[in-house]
Structures are given as structure tokens and as C-alpha cells.
């Protein structure tokens, strides 16, 4: 799970890191509150979504005057930020934090992260701050630095010392970094976080290390040991569909291709996504409809799918167990009706493979219901083949 800015700032205060002074506002007057409770010469107006690269867009204002504090609060709240993080629709400004501006000497790039690899978290960072780190690491990878932490151990101070020293930082503001990598590393433990990260971690002309940018990201199997953190979900910032999905049952995943899939078991969804991708298709959704398939957990499943959707075609990958392949089929067949208004076709092509337990009377029941644009498929490499070049034809227009 994801929560704001202003929101991870809040935490991190807890655990005595250095964040500016600043307050969420959800109005304009709110916010021009906030800036005359402040009492700095610089405000720093800025847009909470969940999502990065808000400086670029235009996300980020400084302001010299509550008027422009005002401007910049009354062009923000309730506008569309599109940055290189939210997709091209963007995402809807809601929320702002007015913080007090800082006096940056210099920007860093800091963060932890759990690593599978190496079985442990670890810390990395950068002199490259306030930029995309996916472009410091494309374009100039021995810029990051790493450092990795034993969970057992923990983050030690002389791994703390050696990464502020690597960071060029001066001999005064060593300590303090330090610090604050400790307190980030508590912090990151302590609230079962998937990442932490700061960017751009600041050093001030006082010498004082200052969080401008926050991101904490929560283990979501965890929030439930987490109540406090859990109370800050905001479901405005979710994907809609994949919040749609979850409410009907269903474990869904927009993956911003053209195939879409529906798949029983989440192992056998990942192989489909696979298979999709190594006969060259692009695949629109991750989609398991669980193992207790009804026909109307089928019709919601196909609505989600096609819903506002990009996708040229559906290939659906069945194996039945627990399910049934009659009950996919009749959903299916059913689907067909209410998507159609009765008409017994499907808006786009759709390619099914069945397999498994009543897999003869499920394909009986597709067989019977002759379908417009359904296509039965022998195997999965075959369905997915055929899901791949309708989807392209349909593109096409063809
Ligand atoms: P992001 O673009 O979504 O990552 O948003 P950030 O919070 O990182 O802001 C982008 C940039 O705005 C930072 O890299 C800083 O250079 C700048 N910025 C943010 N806060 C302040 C501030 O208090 N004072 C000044 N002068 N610049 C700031
Ligand atoms: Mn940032």
C-alpha cells in the first residue's frame, strides 16, 4: 500500500527525522491558512498524488506571497497531474502540502529497500538526488551507491558512516546522515515497509539533513498488524477497476496491454501473462477468477475486462479443478447475452481453452450457444497464438 507525502513525512517525524514544517490542506483557503501559519518567505506548494515526477509536471510551486500561494493552491486542487509516473489519464489533485521552503546546498538520493537477492534490505543512494533514479541508473549506474544490511544485524553505524562519506558529505553533516539513516532504517523495520525513500534528501546551507521528498510503500499481507498505517489508505488514488475486482472477488491487475486474459489460479494467470508475452502479444490485465467461479463472478469479470478498456481480445485459460468448465461456460455463454443484449456475441474476439474436470459438457455448452467472435482454442501456446493475431487484426481494423 501507498500513502502521501505529507503522510510519510508525518511518520518519519515520529521516529526524530528532520522534515520542514507543513500541513495538508484540502481547500484553498486551507491552504492559505496553512502558509500564514507558517510564516516563511518561501512556501512550497505541492500536489499529493501517488505517484512521482510531480516537480517536472508542474506539481511542485514555490510561492513568495499568500496571493501566490493562492494562485498556485486554486490552479492545483482539483486538476489533472500527468507525470511520468501516473500514466497518460494522470491523476486527479485532491489533496496539497504546504511546507516551508528549505535553503537546498545539495540533493541527494536516498532509500531502502527489501532485496530478494540478497535476502535482506538494502540501502541506496545517491549524490544524483531530486531526479528520476530510474534515469541515474540507466544512464549512469555507478552513481548508486548500495549498501546491503543484514536483517539479523541491522543497519550498522559503520555502514551508516561509510555511506554518508562516499556521498562526498562534509565531516559535519556526516553524523547527522548517519543518524538519519538509522532512524529511516527503525522506521522501515518497525512499519514492515517495502520501500523508504527520499528524493531529494536534502542538505541545507545550515547543514541540516532534511527530508523534501518522502515515499513509504507498506507489505500489504502486514496492514493488518499495522492499524494506524491502514487508517491512511486512500482509495481515490487506487486503480478503480482493480478496487471494482477486488469488491466482486477478483484478483485483477491492469497490466496496460491490448490481450486480456481471465484464468482460474493465480499460478496459471502468471503462465498465460507469460505465454502472452513470449509469443510476442501484449497482455492488458493479470486476471484470476478465483477457484469458485460462478456464472456471475464470469459476466463481472468480462465487464471489468472490457471496461474503458484497450484491449483487442480476451483469451481465456481455464483448467478446471474446483471449477467447473460447465460453470465457465454457461458464464461465458451468459456474458455473451448481457453483453450483447441478447444478441449472443461479444464485442471482441474471444478465445477459450478449457481443460479439466466437465470439460466435454463445457464444451458442449459453448458449442450449443454459437457464439459471435468466440473461438475455441486446443491448447494454451494455440489460444494464445490466436488471441495475439485477432487482437492485431482487430487493431488493424480488418
Ligand atoms: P517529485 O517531483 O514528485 O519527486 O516531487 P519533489 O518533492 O521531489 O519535488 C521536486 C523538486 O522540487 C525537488 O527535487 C526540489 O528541487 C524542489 N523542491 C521541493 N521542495 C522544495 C523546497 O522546500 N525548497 C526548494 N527550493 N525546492 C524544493
Ligand atoms: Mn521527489
Redesign the pocket.
Known sequence: MNIH?YQSKAIMKEYGIHV?EGYPAFTVEEAVANAKRLDTP?V?V?AQIH???????G??K?AHSLEEVRKYAKDLLGSILV?RQTGPQGKKVNRLLI????H?KK?YYISFLVDRESRGVVMMASEC??MSIEDVAAEKPEAILKEYIDPAIGLADFQANRMAYALHMEPAVVRKAATFMKYLYKLFVDKDCSLAEC??LVVTEENEVLV??AKLNFDDSTLTRHPDIMALRDITEEDPKEREAAAEGLNYVNLGGDVACMVNGAGLAMATVDIIKENGGDPANFLDVGGDSTPEKIVAAFKIMLEGSQAHSILINIFGGINKCDVIATGIVEAAAELSGGKEEFPIPVIVRLEGRNVEMGREILHKANIKNLFPAADMDEGAKTAIRLAKEQREGK
Open positions: 507525502e520542514p518561501v512550497v505541492k505517484a512521482g515526477g510531480r516537480g517536472e509536471a506539481g511542485v514555490l507525470t511546507e516551508a521552503g528549505a537546498i540533493e538526488g531530486g528524493n531529494p523534501l521528498d
